[in-house]
Antibody
Framework: EVQLVESGGGLVQPGRSLRLSCAASGFTFDDYAMHWVRQAPGKGLEWVSGISWNSGSIGYADSVKGRFTISRDNAKNSLYLQMNSLRAEDTALYYC???????????????WGQGTLVTVSS | DIQMTQSPSTLSASVGDRVTITCRASQSISSWLAWYQQKPGKAPKLLIYKASSLETGVPSRFSGSGSGTEFTLTISSLQPDDFATYYCQQYNSYPLTFGQGTKVEIK
């Protein structure tokens, strides 16, 4: 059974940093691209970042480019999102999501985690 | 960046109605489009991928069509479980983008 478990969210002051983690199990992690998608309270879905199976292809939303860094450790079956210079508008539930296609650059998602809440406020 | 525009933003319908949601891309995305359903407090659920392919386990009353820049999600006969918010997503190129969502409400 595929499981994605996010952690690392919490309350943080504007300008500070936070690192999210996603622990994956139930599938061959290094065969799939992985993504972060966020949802601000009461708002729609926003794709944040994605990383290919071998870290060779990485993408970011314009809203986080230069502030957030995605990475993965295939030996630990884990995905990360380093978030620096956080702003109030980064407040959201952050989901980890598994690519549908094996060894694709980035596609759609059958499996999602339960999300970890990031609140940026003074 | 590719912008995705959904219409309508809200739709009021009754059980048994045929419902159509439209998604337009700001440039061609071939057939690299997905549709999701989301209910409050839950992660999104994939319904359709590659514009018209039904995800495993999704009822056949859901269907998708289109290519290039214009796409539709159709629910042939709305069921009580279908009242939710629906999102399209393009995965033609980074940055991936979602539409703003369409909330299907009970009329």
């Amino acid at each position: 059974e595929v499981q994605l478990v996010e952690s690392g969210g919490g309350l943080v002051q504007p300008g500070r940093s936070l690192r999210l983690s996603c622990a994956a199990s139930g599938f061959t992690f290094d065969d799939y691209a992985m993504h972060w998608v966020r949802q601000a309270p009461g708002k729609g879905l926003e794709w944040v970042s994605g990383i290919s199976w071998n870290s060779g292809s990485i993408g970011y939303a314009d809203s986080v480019k230069g502030r957030f860094t995605i990475s993965r450790d295939n030996a630990k079956n884990s995905l990360y999102l380093q978030m620096n210079s956080l702003r109030a508008e980064d407040t959201a539930l952050y989901y980890c999501a598994k690519d549908k296609g094996k060894r694709s650059g980035g596609s759609c998602y059958v499996y999602w985690g339960q999300g970890t809440l990031v609140t940026v406020s003074s | 960046d590719i912008q995705m525009t959904q219409s309508p933003s809200t739709l009021s319908a009754s059980v048994g109605d045929r419902v159509t949601i439209t998604c337009r891309a700001s440039q061609s995305i071939s057939s690299w489009l997905a549709w999701y359903q989301q209910k409050p407090g839950k992660a999104p659920k994939l319904l359709i991928y590659k514009a018209s392919s039904l995800e495993t386990g999704v009822p056949s009353r859901f269907s998708g069509s289109g290519s290039g820049t214009e796409f539709t999600l159709t629910i042939s006969s709305l069921q009580p479980d279908d009242f939710a918010t629906y999102y399209c997503q393009q995965y033609n190129s980074y940055p991936l983008t979602f539409g703003q969502g369409t909330k299907v409400e009970i009329k």
